[in-house]
């Protein structure tokens, strides 16, 4: 397993990182920083402050170090039943990198940004730093999160996982990633339920009801029967063109059912299976 943490500047990623290490034994990997580095994180780590791991006084080892995403996914690769973590990520071509391997998740990491500020302050007077206004961090964060072409935002707006570190104790932190369960392997690949749960919730983005999208998928043995969605019949116009004149008409919740025309994701997850294929054993998914 391998954890990207990704967020704003002093929102919780290292203290993250610390707890995952010190709780579940997981250990660090870093990127080698480079010229190649978006300038806005180098800003955000290192212009007025120590490096963390620095601030901590750790020691890395040569092998926890790597010049490329691609050396560090090999190397993860190799040992991806040990459990890994790193906040070296800072741009979309790193991210996409680590996303196509079945072992990685993406958390992040985010809090209120008075209180990220009150943390940058203490950590630079902790070193005898001026710390910046708050309105000169407000500048700061907004270039590190929103830069046209570096910002961290659209990262942080593909994680599977969030967290919102909105407290300075330590230990509240800490109960809520106990709560999390980031260790969670189950997190990597969904179990049945929830692989056919998704994919009844994809067939409703195919639904055409001007009242409701709603999907459903029909499996036997741990097989894709049949997939639905509710709305109009075949050869019929589409609800959301006008074909069906009571969903379209703007009547309430239960009134004039009789005269709507769209049939439920169920039924057409059904007739589309036909009375051949559907067995005992079968079990509908739908997700509403």
């Known amino acids: 397993m391998l954890l990207g943490l990704c967020g704003g500047i002093c929102a919780g990623k290292h203290s993250v990182a610390d707890y995952l290490v010190s709780r579940h034994g997981f ?3 870093y990127l080698a920083r480079t010229v190649s580095t978006p300038l806005v994180e180098k800003l955000a780590t ?6 963390h791991d620095q601030v901590d006084g750790d020691r890395v080892a040569e092998h926890q170090i790597f010049s490329t995403v691609d050396s560090l996914v090999d190397f993860v690769t190799t040992r991806w039943s040990e459990r890994w973590v790193t906040t070296d990520i800072w741009d979309e071509c790193v991210l996409e990198t680590l996303q196509r391997r079945p072992f990685f998740i993406l958390v992040s990491v985010d809090a209120p940004v008075s209180i990220r500020w009150k943390r940058f302050t203490e950590r630079c007077e902790l070193y005898y730093q001026t710390p910046p206004s708050l309105e000169d961090f407000v500048l ?3 270039d590190h999160l929103y830069h046209q072409k570096f910002g961290l935002a659209r990262l942080i707006d593909r994680a599977q996982v969030r967290l ?3 407290t300075s104790s330590l230990w509240q932190l800490r109960d809520a990633l106990s709560e999390l369960d980031l260790t969670n392997e189950q997190r990597l690949r969904p179990s049945w339920d929830q692989y056919f749960m998704q994919l009844a919730s994809l067939a409703a983005q195919r639904s055409n009801c001007m009242k409701r999208r709603v999907g459903c998928v029909l499996v036997r043995e741990k097989r894709v029967i049949s997939t639905g969605y509710n709305g109009t019949p075949r050869n019929i116009k589409n609800c959301t063109e006008g074909g069906c004149p009571r969903c ?3 009547h309430g919740a239960g009134v004039g059912l009789s005269t709507c025309l769209c049939i439920h994701a169920e ?4 007739l589309e299976a036909g009375r051949e294929r559907i067995r005992e054993g079968s079990i509908l ?4």
């Open 267 to 270: 039924e057409n997850a059904l």
């Open 248 to 250: 379209n008409d703007g």
């Open 46 to 51: 290192q212009a007025r402050i120590p490096e």
């Open 285 to 288: 998914y739908c997700d509403t």
């Open 27 to 29: 250990q660090k990997l």
């Open 164 to 166: 919102v570190n909105p």
């Open 140 to 142: 700061r964060n907004d």
